[in-house]
């Protein structure tokens, strides 16, 4: 393929597939604002728990808030914040309501992170009896209605122009190209701006003299493949209009590559067993996604944060996959022992698993303990039967039993959502009802 210098467009197809993109704006604090009406305006932020910014509001934002800035630093250039514990639960309903409300309208809607989603509109302009713009901003308006906070949407030909499209107006943008438009619209759009692109990818491709998306889509696919490899020549398609990553339906089928849990807590603790128990909690959350999932592992990474954000992990394997938590505890407890330092203070605990495969992935050897496998596999489905019924983590390892002590003095009770203390009938902390409290006063 040569090289293209002209300004003709990339296509003249105006929507060969019709991909949106819904990104909620602020979505942590405008599921505050929308149940507590009284917070609309007000510069707001989450993450009291955690001690640093989770998520800020744009008014917040306008007064130079930042994510990750440290509440100290917020009361500081913004005295006015409004500053509240994370009430995941409340956000995750939230989702999920609007996920419904995109069904509504498609059935082929991808959950790609709690406040994204993709839809794939085509075909559907003669059920609708309107353009695919149209049926955006039907969506739109029907989001903002019911769920009283705002999205930006990005209508294109492929899902990464569409997720660029919904960056490029926040908050509440619309933004909708067309094939014949792209040209156009990708003269304007910086390297940075492509989901997938790096620092790395970034650097390298303006050392090899390519500054702007259009730039690179007019490079030819043998320049891309050298300098990028098989993702670069698929984002190199994607730019182009053609299609290459589907929508796909149903989020429960994802088969994950890694599953990580990270834990930050505040204040940071040079405390030994507090520390081991944020690890030993991120394990035990990894491996109930890990079987909700239903897969299994053979590859897990412990690394702990210190003060300073450097990090410092260590990584190893078991002879065989498996999605039993109690296989990797002994594991889990000696990578820990050699990382941990004593008057160091830490401020984060992380696990990943890796080399995940389908459960029931049977690589047993012949000197295994068939017997004592078989008895943790039934321990760990008996676990999640028990949580599942009374609430996550009722049932734990005995490493986080330390944490119901320490939690109490460190993290009091108004260091959590409202949503856990204000409990309705036949409720209590773990256990709920998955509704919302809305406060209209």
Do not use: W
Not at 14 to 33: G, L, N, R, T, W
Request: proline content about 3%; hydrophobic content about 35%.
């Amino acid at each position: 393929m040569s090289e293209n210098t002209n300004n003709s467009p990339l296509t003249l197809v105006s929507y060969p597939k019709a991909i949106m993109h819904v990104d909620c704006d602020a979505f942590f604090a405008s599921c505050e604002a929308a149940v507590r009406p009284v917070l609309k305006g007000k510069p707001v932020i989450t993450g009291k728990e955690r001690g640093i910014v989770s998520c800020a509001s744009y008014e917040a934002k306008r007064r130079g808030v930042k994510r990750g800035m440290r509440l100290f630093e917020v009361e500081k250039i913004c005295p006015s914040c409004v500053i509240l514990p994370s009430d995941y639960e409340t956000y995750s309903l939230y989702s999920q309501r609007m996920c419904s409300i995109l069904r509504r309208f498609t059935p082929d809607v991808e959950e790609y992170s709690i406040d994204e989603a993709f839809c794939d509109l085509t075909g559907l302009r003669r059920v609708y009896h309107c353009s695919y713009e149209k049926i955006a901003q039907k969506i739109k308006e029907a989001i903002e209605k019911e769920l009283d906070l705002t999205v930006s949407i990005g209508l294109s030909i492929s899902k990464s122009l569409a997720k660029i499209c919904s960056k490029k107006d926040k908050p509440s943008g619309f933004t909708c190209i067309p094939g014949y438009e792209l040209h156009k619209f990708l003269k304007d759009i910086s390297l940075k701006e492509v989901c997938g692109f790096g620092h790395n990818s970034v650097a390298l491709l303006n050392k090899r003299g390519v500054s702007s998306v259009y730039e690179f889509v007019n490079k030819s696919q043998d320049f891309v493949s050298n300098a990028l490899g098989k993702i670069g020549r698929e984002l190199y398609l994607e730019l182009k209009g053609m299609a290459v990553y589907e929508v796909i339906r149903d989020k429960l089928e994802h088969k994950y590559l890694s599953i990580s849990k990270t834990k930050t807590f505040m204040p940071p603790s040079d405390d030994k067993d507090f520390v081991k128990a944020h690890l030993f909690r991120n394990t035990e959350s990894a491996f109930i996604k890990l079987r909700r999932h239903k897969q299994s592992v053979k590859k897990i990474t412990v690394y702990l944060k210190r003060q300073d954000f450097s990090c410092h992990g260590l990584e190893a394997e078991l002879n065989r996959h498996s999605s039993s938590t109690m296989d990797f505890t002994d594991i889990v407890e000696e990578l820990f022992n050699k990382i941990y330092r004593e008057k160091v203070l830490y401020r984060a605990t992380g696990v990943i698993l890796s080399k995940l495969a389908n459960e029931g992935c049977d690589d047993r050897t012949l000197f295994d303990d068939i017997l004592k496998i078989e008895k943790l596999k039934s321990l760990s489905k008996a676990a999640d039967k028990l949580n599942g019924k009374f609430g996550k983590h009722m049932l734990h390892l005995g490493a986080t039993e330390f944490l119901k002590t320490r939690n109490s003095n460190v993290h009091p009770r108004a260091n959590v959502s409202d949503r856990k203390i204000e409990l309705l009938k036949g409720e209590n902390f773990r256990k709920r009802l998955n509704i919302p409290l809305l406060r209209l006063k």
